[in-house]
């Protein structure tokens, strides 16, 4: 693979120039400012794996603005690992602690996540306007089945995520409609997939959060 390989993948993008897509660029910032929060907001507080979602999401501006920048195969990985990752931690926080499983099912129901994705992304991808986004579909599906199956036993935390859920879809609506309405909005629509992400990512761990100090576990 050729890491040095730059491409256009966005609206705003004219060129393959460093500054050549500023605003999705900078958005990155709300990561970084939604990570500050989230840390901010822990304090005191003995949740290792919130900590570890904030360090994520840390991870996933640095990562989104190195690819809206450098626009190469590299950057794109570097924007593409941390979100994976983020996902990863919070199924995993998600079966041991909303689900009381053991350290070892935990970690054995998170690694399902990947042929859950590989099955449901061909499907999304068939439909035509979800399509450009089908790679990250499947989460905000997951998030609501979890959501559906919490509802009795934890409501709160079923209502918690399903917001989060529809966070996302607002998200990934702005993801999707870059390309499309690039013709009559030049800069495109993909840094709102910036701030709204970054709003998501960080109510998710908030989420996570309250769930830990109702049940006596921060």
Known sequence: MDWARQFDAYCERAD????????????????LIAAAIVWYRLAGLRLPIARALAVMLTCC?????????????WASTLD?????????????????????LGLWPAIGVTVLFIPY????????NMIPWIAPSAGYA??????????FLLRQRMPQTARGLTVGAGILIMSLTF????????SVFPVGTHFMWHILNATMLAWMIDVYKKHMIATGRA
């Open 175 to 182: 993801r999707t409609l870059d390309d499309p309405i690039c």
């Open 138 to 147: 499947p989460v905000p599906l997951l998030i609501l089945i979890y959501a």
């Open 16 to 31: 393959l120039t460093f500054w050549s897509e500023p605003i999705n660029a900078v958005t990155n910032i709300a990561f």
């Open 61 to 73: 501006g640095v990562g989104s603005f190195l690819f809206h920048t450098f626009a190469t195969a």
């Open 117 to 124: 994705a590989a099955a449901t992304v061909p499907l999304f």
């Open 80 to 100: 593409v690992l941390p979100i994976l990752a983020f996902i990863l931690i919070y199924i995993f926080a998600a079966n041991r602690h909303y689900w009381n």
